[in-house]
């Protein structure tokens, strides 16, 4: 196998990082706390995806209607459940979207049972050849769907006053309230936003790996560790470290005899921990401002 | 007529009450100072005027019964809060922070010539357009606190200890901008501040609070001529 098939492989699986770590940005940057249930929520969306293809929905109009179903999930929780907690510290909300994570994937094995099923792609599978490296359409449709998000969730943020009043209930809520901003109507909003790209990212990665409820596990682990490599408040970085810890892992578990398969896992995980050491906001991150 | 009318404020901190009846007035294009000692109520009384804590009494603020309501619906309704240290929005850019001060406004070419305003009244903000709040100094976070609660064209500009922590050259450049905006803009103002004579220089009315009641009240002239009241309560 030749060293740019390793590359396009690696970005293959980085593009499924991607997909739930720019779901997780999103939070972050309108709420300012890290959803771990994100990957859950995303999965249950899929499944609900799934079960409307099932009954012969076309698989385009059963996403369409699954991501419209995650915004309203996306907001119904975090009206329910997260403003109750709204405020509290960090490790009360880490805690509060943990038990999420854990009552969705009961959830979901409750309703659908926890065995493999087959879902089908947005996009045809069919080969593609460049040189001699080959991929798929999938691949390249799954690419071209999150430079879409990253374009469409750089211009809301940055260009519009809906992106700008997100921002500043994400960084002082209460300060935002004194300006007249609807808090409780914005936090929501984030949530939405956020149930809207996670299930994009589930729909588009349950192909690849099959849909089960265990599904995003390990694939949450990557995708925090891309948001967090990226700066949590950079769709852009989220995606290029995702891309950049996926083809590392790659390409250390085929050309590193002591990495392996068994170690490959670990790989980004090193990364991360290397490059927070050395510039704590993360590649593309802005540093935090902390009051004093 | 009236901006605001206060009547029997009662508030504080759960079961630990602060006010214990506080009466007050700001009147249409007035400025009323809050004057008092440290732990005397001044801030408490501001937080409760603007919905971030429990309170019990009358605040009728532009003939509206404003008591029960968000701090969020308040805001909407023209009193715009510059709170105690830096209130300011740290990781975002000073353009940023103004635009968000008017955000619930639709007048965008408006919106444009009150930030341009802004700027020229401080130029220090100018110079720093593009910086995160957070990272300047204390003094431009209060002018930049000041003017985003003026990019809201507000009827009712409330303001807890505009001086802390600035320069005096800077404090009488604030207030004289203050002092020139109330008129051209037509906004009333709040006062809170340690500063007994800068704020009586600039008021109409003062009350003077001690242990969460009024303790005196009456035209900022008048009190200024009292030196039995700038002993017994204001320290000058």
New interface residues.
């Given amino acids: 196998m030749n060293i740019v098939q390793q590359v396009i492989d690696g970005m293959t699986t980085g593009s499924i990082y991607a997909a739930l770590a720019l779901a997780l940005v999103l939070v972050y940057r309108s709420t300012g706390m890290i959803n771990f249930a994100q990957g859950q929520m995303a999965v249950l969306s899929t499944y609900l995806a799934w079960a409307m293809s099932q009954t012969g929905v076309p698989i385009v109009l059963a996403v369409v209607l699954a991501v419209v179903i995650a915004i309203v999930m996306g907001a119904v929780i975090e009206r329910l459940l997260i403003r109750r907690f709204e405020g509290r510290e960090h490790l009360t909300m880490i805690i509060v979207t943990v038990g999420l994570m854990t009552t969705i994937n009961g959830v979901v094995i409750w309703i659908w049972g926890a065995d493999l099923k087959t879902i089908a792609s947005l996009f045809p599978s069919d080969a593609l050849g460049l040189g001699s490296a080959r991929f798929t359409v999938h691949d390249v449709g799954t690419v071209a769907v999150l430079v879409s998000v990253i374009v469409v969730m750089q211009v809301l943020f940055q260009r519009t ?1 809906l992106g ?2 997100l ?2 209930v994400a ?2 809520p ?10 409780g109507v914005l936090l929501m909003t984030g949530w939405a936003l956020a149930g809207a790209v996670g299930s994009l990212g589930g729909v588009l990665i349950a192909p690849k790996i099959s849909l089960q409820p265990g599904m995003l596990d390990s694939v949450l682990i990557y995708a925090v560790a891309a948001a967090i490599l990226g700066g949590l408040d950079s769709p852009i970085g989220a995606v290029v470290a995702a891309w950049v810890l996926g083809v590392v892992q790659n390409l250390a578990g085929t050309y590193i005899p002591l990495v392996g398969t068994d170690l490959q896992i670990a790989v980004p995980l090193v990364i991360m921990a290397v490059v927070l050491l050395i510039r704590p906001q993360g590649l593309f991150g ?1 540093r ?4 004093v | 007529m009236a901006l605001l009318e206060i009547r029997d404020l009662r508030a504080g901190y759960g079961a630990a009450e602060v006010l214990h009846g506080v009466t007050l007035t700001v009147e249409e294009g007035g400025t009323t100072a809050l004057l008092g000692a440290n732990g005397a109520g001044k801030t408490t009384t501001l937080r409760a005027l603007c919905g971030m804590i429990a309170r019990r009494g009358e605040i009728v603020f532009d003939g509206q019964d404003i008591t029960s309501l968000s701090t969020e619906r308040i805001a909407r309704l023209g009193v715009a809060h510059v709170p105690q240290g830096r209130g300011t929005l740290a990781n975002l850019s000073v353009r940023d922070n103004l635009l968000v001060g008017a955000l619930l406004r639709r007048d965008r070419p408006a919106v444009r010539a009150d930030l341009e305003r802004c700027l020229a009244m401080f130029p220090a903000l100018a110079k720093r357009i593009k910086a995160a709040a957070g990272t300047m100094s204390g003094g431009e976070q209060q002018m930049l606190a000041v003017c985003r609660a003026l990019m809201s064209r507000p009827k009712l500009l409330v303001l807890d200890e505009p001086s802390l922590g600035l320069a005096p050259v800077i404090t009488r450049r604030v207030f004289d901008a203050l002092v020139g905006l109330r008129a051209e803009w037509g906004v009333s103002m709040l006062v809170v501040e340690q500063n007994a004579t800068l704020a009586l220089s600039v008021a109409d009315w003062a009350s003077v609070l001690e242990s969460g009641r009024v303790a005196v009240a009456g035209p900022a002239a008048e009190i200024v001529g009292r030196d039995d009241v700038r002993r017994a309560y204001l320290g000058t």
């Fill in positions: 006053r700008l009043a921002r500043a960084d002082n209460q300060s935002s309230a004194l300006s007249g901003l609807p808090i802005r935090e401002v902390m009051r």
